[in-house]
């Protein structure tokens, strides 16, 4: 396979990290207890389904796998 760079500039890291405090901000995995439906929002919100016991779980807390 082509060799893959390794190692990133300050500034892409930077940059990179930057990337993620958004990712981080704008993606909230919704859960609704009462339907079960699920979806992403950048702010908890209620279910289309109308009910507000929705549980809200910012996608950095998933572990990995
Ligand atoms: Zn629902």
Known sequence: M???PR???PAELD???RHLD???RN???????QCDY???ASTPEP????????????????PDG
Do not use: M, P, Y
């Open 15 to 17: 940059e990179w990290q």
């Open 47 to 62: 279910c289309i389904c109308g009910s507000k016991d929705v549980e809200s779980i910012a996608c950095w807390q998933f």
């Open 7 to 9: 190692q990133f500039t």
């Open 22 to 24: 958004e990712a981080n």
């Open 27 to 33: 993606n909230i995995l919704c859960h609704c207890r």
């Open 38 to 40: 699920e979806w992403i």
């Open 2 to 4: 082509s060799d893959i």
